[in-house]
């Protein structure tokens, strides 16, 4: 039987012993097991119409990429984002980051391996999540980006890869900071292993805002041997938004 099978199988009877609740609204979720009800769906921002470089919310799908895109060059290939960081999106983000909430980390995983799936990108050969600083780990008990890794690669049976590379300096908080700070403050912030790298690697993170991060991880896989880094996140940030450090009590 197929992994995918398998995984589906699963599923469903998880669904009969534990019946999918919504993490938003308790409503009944949907089968087969994800929590997350219909109606509240509906709600979340799809980010379709998005610069075909950074995943930048754009008013119409031209196929252009963004006027930063156009100014400079980003060492990852493409990004894609489900949704958009805008109510209610935003609010489950920071659930899930800030106050630790796991299982809505879980449905922001499923909804981003299903949106990917049914927008036919390209499968890499192996998933990476943006590694998070020691410190900042053991304050926050986990790291977000490999919380969503780990449903996603399940679902689209893809390998978890955390031996690549690792994050070698301590830097700021990236809220807050400019766009020409934010690169700043990563330059330097990572390093690759020496191990054998593949050559189509996605990143894995919560959310986009100016790309600093991911284009700063992406430098140093490519140098490493990568010949092809894509982002996938949950959210991108809009322009308005970028500048501005995310809200963590509503």
Not at 196 to 215: F, K, Q
């Amino acid at each position: 039987m197929q992994r995918g099978r398998v995984h589906n199988w699963l599923q469903t009877v998880q669904g009969w012993l534990l019946p999918p609740r919504c993490v938003r609204c308790g409503c009944p979720g949907r089968p087969p097991a994800i929590d997350l009800c219909g109606y509240c769906e509906e709600e979340l921002v799809a980010n379709r119409n998005a610069c075909r470089c950074c995943a930048l919310p754009l008013p119409a799908a031209d196929g252009a990429p963004c006027v930063a895109c156009q100014r400079r060059t980003r060492h990852f290939d493409a990004a894609f984002a489900a949704y958009r960081y805008e109510y209610p999106v935003d609010r489950l983000v920071q659930r899930f980051k800030y106050q630790g909430e796991l299982a809505v980390g879980r449905v922001l995983a499923e909804l981003m391996a299903r949106a990917f799936a049914e927008r036919s990108i390209e499968v890499p050969q192996a998933l990476v999540p943006v590694p998070l600083a020691r410190a900042k780990r053991r304050e926050r008990g986990f790291n977000q980006a490999l919380e969503l890794a780990r449903p996603i690669a399940r679902t689209l049976a893809l390998p978890v890869r955390l031996d690549l590379c690792a994050r070698v300096r301590v830097t700021r908080d990236q809220a807050g900071l400019a766009a020409r700070d934010r690169r700043r403050n990563v330059r330097g912030a990572f390093a690759a292993s020496s191990v054998n790298m593949p050559r189509h690697l996605a990143l894995i993170d919560d959310v986009l805002t100016t790309g600093s991060t991911c284009d700063e991880l992406a430098r140093v896989l490519k140098r490493a041997g990568a010949e092809r880094v894509d982002v996938w996140v949950v959210a991108r940030a809009g322009e308005k938004r970028s500048q501005t450090p995310e809200l963590r009590n509503w």
